[in-house]
Protein backbone atom coordinates (compact mmCIF):
# COMPACT_ATOMS: atom_id res chain seq x y z
CA UNK A 1 0.00 0.00 0.00
CA UNK A 2 0.94 3.78 -0.41
CA UNK A 3 0.90 5.55 2.00
CA UNK A 4 1.08 8.59 0.13
CA UNK A 5 -2.04 8.42 -2.19
CA UNK A 6 -4.32 7.71 1.30
CA UNK A 7 -5.82 11.32 1.57
CA UNK A 8 -6.34 11.54 5.12
CA UNK A 9 -6.74 14.22 7.68
CA UNK A 10 -4.00 15.40 9.75
CA UNK A 11 -5.36 13.45 13.32
CA UNK A 12 -7.68 11.56 12.02
CA UNK A 13 -8.66 8.09 13.77
CA UNK A 14 -8.26 5.86 11.16
CA UNK A 15 -11.21 3.01 10.53
CA UNK A 16 -10.55 -0.52 11.82
CA UNK A 17 -9.58 -2.58 8.84
CA UNK A 18 -9.21 -6.07 10.95
CA UNK A 19 -11.33 -7.33 13.35
CA UNK A 20 -11.75 -6.53 16.86
CA UNK A 21 -11.93 -9.38 19.34
CA UNK A 22 -12.32 -9.34 23.54
CA UNK A 23 -11.31 -6.29 25.52
CA UNK A 24 -14.42 -5.60 26.64
CA UNK A 25 -13.40 -5.45 30.35
CA UNK A 26 -10.73 -2.83 29.18
CA UNK A 27 -12.99 -1.12 27.14
CA UNK A 28 -15.65 -0.54 30.07
CA UNK A 29 -12.58 0.61 32.20
CA UNK A 30 -11.48 3.19 29.58
CA UNK A 31 -15.16 4.46 29.17
CA UNK A 32 -15.57 5.67 32.52
CA UNK A 33 -12.27 6.87 32.79
CA UNK A 34 -12.71 8.72 29.77
CA UNK A 35 -15.55 11.03 31.30
CA UNK A 36 -13.69 11.58 34.32
CA UNK A 37 -9.68 11.94 34.19
CA UNK A 38 -7.96 13.96 32.72
CA UNK A 39 -4.82 11.73 31.69
CA UNK A 40 -5.31 8.04 30.88
CA UNK A 41 -2.59 5.95 29.76
CA UNK A 42 -3.20 2.54 27.75
CA UNK A 43 -0.41 0.55 29.27
CA UNK A 44 1.19 -2.77 28.20
CA UNK A 45 3.92 -5.24 26.77
CA UNK A 46 4.97 -4.30 23.35
CA UNK A 47 2.60 -5.56 20.82
CA UNK A 48 -0.21 -6.59 23.45
CA UNK A 49 -2.85 -4.61 21.91
CA UNK A 50 -2.80 -0.79 23.38
CA UNK A 51 -3.34 1.32 20.41
CA UNK A 52 -6.53 -0.75 18.78
CA UNK A 53 -8.28 -0.76 22.83
CA UNK A 54 -7.18 3.00 23.14
CA UNK A 55 -8.47 3.76 19.38
CA UNK A 56 -11.49 1.60 19.72
CA UNK A 57 -12.53 3.66 23.75
CA UNK A 58 -11.67 7.32 21.25
CA UNK A 59 -13.93 6.06 18.85
CA UNK A 60 -16.99 5.68 21.31
CA UNK A 61 -16.10 8.60 23.00
CA UNK A 62 -16.03 10.67 20.37
CA UNK A 63 -19.21 12.19 20.98
CA UNK A 64 -18.44 13.68 24.21
CA UNK A 65 -15.74 15.49 23.03
CA UNK A 66 -17.98 19.21 21.13
CA UNK A 67 -14.03 19.79 19.38
CA UNK A 68 -13.44 16.30 18.59
CA UNK A 69 -10.74 13.53 19.07
CA UNK A 70 -7.12 14.10 17.67
CA UNK A 71 -4.38 11.25 17.02
CA UNK A 72 -0.77 11.96 17.27
CA UNK A 73 0.82 8.88 15.89
CA UNK A 74 4.60 9.01 17.55
CA UNK A 75 5.88 5.35 16.99
CA UNK A 76 8.08 7.06 13.99
CA UNK A 77 9.00 9.80 15.89
CA UNK A 78 12.54 9.56 17.16
CA UNK A 79 13.72 13.00 18.07
CA UNK A 80 11.78 14.60 21.19
CA UNK A 81 12.35 17.72 20.22
CA UNK A 82 10.10 17.41 17.24
CA UNK A 83 7.61 16.04 19.41
CA UNK A 84 5.55 19.27 19.64
CA UNK A 85 6.16 19.83 15.93
CA UNK A 86 4.29 16.25 15.43
CA UNK A 87 1.47 17.53 17.42
CA UNK A 88 0.58 21.35 16.12
CA UNK A 89 0.71 19.33 12.67
CA UNK A 90 -1.99 16.68 14.15
CA UNK A 91 -4.12 18.92 15.17
CA UNK A 92 -3.60 21.39 11.82
CA UNK A 93 -1.73 24.18 13.44
CA UNK A 94 0.85 25.89 12.00
CA UNK A 95 4.61 25.81 12.18
CA UNK A 96 6.17 27.53 14.69
CA UNK A 97 10.15 27.26 15.87
CA UNK A 98 10.51 24.59 18.83
CA UNK A 99 10.41 26.71 21.50
CA UNK A 100 6.80 28.24 20.97
CA UNK A 101 5.47 25.25 19.34
CA UNK A 102 4.24 23.63 22.48
CA UNK A 103 3.15 27.27 24.17
CA UNK A 104 1.06 27.18 20.60
CA UNK A 105 -0.46 24.51 21.16
CA UNK A 106 -1.43 25.05 24.45
CA UNK A 107 -2.98 28.44 23.57
CA UNK A 108 -5.21 26.38 20.56
CA UNK A 109 -6.18 23.71 23.50
CA UNK A 110 -7.16 26.72 26.38
CA UNK A 111 -10.83 26.77 24.65
CA UNK A 112 -11.02 23.55 23.41
CA UNK A 113 -13.06 20.03 24.19
CA UNK A 114 -10.87 18.00 22.60
CA UNK A 115 -9.66 14.14 23.11
CA UNK A 116 -5.83 14.39 22.22
CA UNK A 117 -4.24 10.72 21.50
CA UNK A 118 -0.50 10.33 21.88
CA UNK A 119 0.12 7.38 20.94
CA UNK A 120 3.12 4.92 21.37
CA UNK A 121 4.67 7.70 24.04
CA UNK A 122 7.27 4.99 25.62
CA UNK A 123 10.36 6.28 23.55
CA UNK A 124 9.69 9.59 23.98
CA UNK A 125 8.22 9.73 27.37
CA UNK A 126 9.86 12.43 29.12
CA UNK A 127 9.19 14.37 26.06
CA UNK A 128 5.15 13.68 26.19
CA UNK A 129 5.10 13.92 30.02
CA UNK A 130 6.67 17.75 29.37
CA UNK A 131 3.86 18.89 26.84
CA UNK A 132 0.83 17.08 28.83
CA UNK A 133 1.97 18.67 32.11
CA UNK A 134 1.37 22.64 30.56
CA UNK A 135 -1.40 20.95 28.22
CA UNK A 136 -3.69 19.57 31.07
CA UNK A 137 -2.85 22.69 32.83
CA UNK A 138 -3.90 25.14 31.16
CA UNK A 139 -6.69 23.40 28.91
CA UNK A 140 -9.23 22.70 31.20
CA UNK A 141 -11.41 20.75 28.92
CA UNK A 142 -8.84 18.37 26.83
CA UNK A 143 -8.71 14.64 27.62
CA UNK A 144 -5.69 13.22 27.00
CA UNK A 145 -5.41 9.65 26.29
CA UNK A 146 -2.03 7.94 26.14
CA UNK A 147 -0.66 4.61 24.72
CA UNK A 148 2.66 3.76 26.52
CA UNK A 149 4.85 0.49 27.74
CA UNK A 150 5.62 3.02 30.37
CA UNK A 151 2.98 5.49 32.32
CA UNK A 152 4.23 9.32 32.19
CA UNK A 153 4.09 9.44 35.66
CA UNK A 154 2.31 12.52 36.17
CA UNK A 155 -0.14 13.50 38.89
CA UNK A 156 -3.71 12.60 37.95
CA UNK A 157 -2.32 10.09 35.51
CA UNK A 158 -4.82 7.03 35.28
CA UNK A 159 -3.41 4.05 33.99
CA UNK A 160 -5.19 1.34 32.50
CA UNK A 161 -3.33 -1.84 32.21
CA UNK A 162 -3.59 -3.90 28.92
CA UNK A 163 -3.06 -8.04 29.63
CA UNK A 164 -2.44 -10.17 26.96
CA UNK A 165 -5.61 -11.87 25.30
CA UNK A 166 -5.85 -15.24 26.43
CA UNK A 167 -5.58 -18.39 24.26
CA UNK A 168 -8.88 -19.81 23.42
CA UNK A 169 -9.01 -23.63 24.56
CA UNK A 170 -9.71 -25.25 21.65
CA UNK A 171 -6.99 -23.68 19.63
CA UNK A 172 -4.03 -25.73 17.93
CA UNK A 173 -2.10 -27.48 20.11
CA UNK A 174 1.30 -25.85 20.65
CA UNK A 175 0.31 -23.07 18.45
CA UNK A 176 1.14 -20.25 21.49
CA UNK A 177 2.67 -21.46 25.20
CA UNK A 178 0.34 -20.72 27.60
CA UNK A 179 2.94 -19.77 30.43
CA UNK A 180 4.01 -17.24 27.78
CA UNK A 181 1.01 -15.95 27.77
CA UNK A 182 0.16 -15.27 31.03
CA UNK A 183 3.70 -14.01 31.67
CA UNK A 184 3.05 -11.46 29.08
CA UNK A 185 5.26 -12.07 26.23
CA UNK A 186 2.84 -12.98 23.51
CA UNK A 187 1.86 -10.25 21.45
CA UNK A 188 -1.83 -9.51 20.29
CA UNK A 189 -1.27 -10.46 17.35
CA UNK A 190 0.99 -13.55 17.55
CA UNK A 191 -1.80 -14.95 19.84
CA UNK A 192 -4.67 -14.49 17.11
CA UNK A 193 -2.36 -15.85 14.66
CA UNK A 194 -1.66 -19.23 16.94
CA UNK A 195 -5.18 -19.69 17.32
CA UNK A 196 -6.70 -19.64 13.67
CA UNK A 197 -8.65 -16.80 15.22
CA UNK A 198 -6.61 -14.21 12.79
CA UNK A 199 -7.08 -16.55 9.69
CA UNK A 200 -11.18 -15.65 10.31
CA UNK A 201 -10.09 -12.21 11.18
CA UNK A 202 -7.43 -10.58 9.88
CA UNK A 203 -8.14 -10.88 6.40
CA UNK A 204 -11.71 -9.63 6.70
CA UNK A 205 -13.71 -5.94 7.50
CA UNK A 206 -14.81 -5.44 10.51
CA UNK A 207 -18.03 -7.21 10.86
CA UNK A 208 -21.26 -4.30 11.38
CA UNK A 209 -20.64 -0.70 9.22
CA UNK A 210 -19.52 1.68 11.92
CA UNK A 211 -19.79 5.69 11.23
CA UNK A 212 -17.15 7.68 9.10
CA UNK A 213 -14.81 8.83 11.86
CA UNK A 214 -15.30 12.26 12.09
CA UNK A 215 -12.74 15.10 10.71
CA UNK A 216 -10.21 16.07 13.86
CA UNK A 217 -10.78 19.57 15.43
CA UNK A 218 -8.81 22.05 13.40
CA UNK A 219 -8.83 25.66 13.64
CA UNK A 220 -11.10 27.59 11.42
CA UNK A 221 -8.29 29.99 10.49
CA UNK A 222 -4.65 29.84 11.08
CA UNK A 223 -5.43 33.07 13.41
CA UNK A 224 -7.38 31.40 15.72
N1 LIG B 1 -8.54 -6.96 20.43
C1 LIG B 1 -7.93 -7.23 19.26
N2 LIG B 1 -8.61 -7.86 18.28
C2 LIG B 1 -8.00 -8.15 17.12
N3 LIG B 1 -6.70 -7.86 16.83
C3 LIG B 1 -6.00 -7.24 17.78
C4 LIG B 1 -6.56 -6.89 19.03
N4 LIG B 1 -5.62 -6.27 19.77
C5 LIG B 1 -4.52 -6.21 19.01
N5 LIG B 1 -4.73 -6.80 17.81
C6 LIG B 1 -3.75 -6.93 16.74
O1 LIG B 1 -2.49 -7.23 17.34
C7 LIG B 1 -1.47 -6.44 16.75
C8 LIG B 1 -0.82 -5.55 17.81
O2 LIG B 1 -1.80 -4.66 18.32
P1 LIG B 1 -1.45 -3.16 18.72
O3 LIG B 1 -0.70 -2.48 17.62
O4 LIG B 1 -2.70 -2.52 19.19
O5 LIG B 1 -0.45 -3.43 19.91
P2 LIG B 1 0.35 -2.36 20.77
O6 LIG B 1 0.35 -2.84 22.17
O7 LIG B 1 -0.16 -1.01 20.51
O8 LIG B 1 1.81 -2.51 20.14
P3 LIG B 1 3.06 -1.53 20.34
O9 LIG B 1 3.56 -1.70 21.76
O10 LIG B 1 4.05 -2.02 19.33
O11 LIG B 1 2.58 -0.13 20.05
C9 LIG B 1 -2.10 -5.66 15.61
O12 LIG B 1 -1.99 -6.42 14.43
C10 LIG B 1 -3.56 -5.59 16.04
O13 LIG B 1 -4.46 -5.42 14.94
MG1 LIG C 1 0.75 0.69 19.72
Not at 6 to 30: C, H, K, N, S, Y
Not at 137 to 153: D, F, G
Amino acid sequence: MTRGLIRRDPGELPAEVTGFVGRQRELAVLDGLLGTARLVTVTGPGGVGKTRVALRAAAKARGQFADGVCLAELGGLHDPELLPHTVATCLGLPGQDTGSQADAIVDYLRDRELLLILDSCEHLIGACAALAGPVLRYAAEVTMLATSRQPMNLPGEHCCPIPPLPVPSQGPAGAVPAGAVRAGAVPAGAVLAGTGVATRWSFLPSGPRRPRPASPSRPPTAAT
